[in-house]
């Protein structure tokens, strides 16, 4: 599959190849280049990765009782472990 390298040096990922791998807006990528070849590698952040930032947002939807810590560190790495689990 070939891609074309924008005047801006963007390149385009084809939405088959993004759809079947999951890659949506803000997806992260580790280029790396090994002799003549680039490598475009996903950056999959692990459960221990998660920054504040990346989980305020939810909080303004939450409208019920207050959610203790341990019960929402468990349904964290659960949410993770499905997202990360190897195919």
């Known amino acids: 599959?070939?891609?074309?390298?924008?005047?801006?040096?963007?390149?385009?990922?084809?939405?088959?190849?993004?759809?079947?791998?999951?890659?949506?807006?803000?997806?992260?990528?580790?280029?790396v280049e090994e002799d003549d070849v680039l490598l475009l590698r996903p950056v999959r952040r692990r459960p221990h990765d998660v920054r504040l930032e990346d989980v305020v947002g939810c909080l303004r939807r939450f409208g019920g009782e207050p959610v203790r810590p341990e019960r929402m560190d468990r349904a964290?790495?659960?949410?993770?472990?499905?997202?990360?689990?190897?195919p």
Do not use: C, D
């Open 76 to 86: 964290l790495r659960e949410r993770f472990r499905r997202a990360w689990r190897k």
């Open 1 to 31: 599959m070939r891609v074309r390298l924008s005047s801006r040096g963007q390149l385009v990922i084809p939405s088959v190849v993004r759809r079947r791998h999951g890659f949506g807006p803000g997806t992260e990528f580790e280029l």
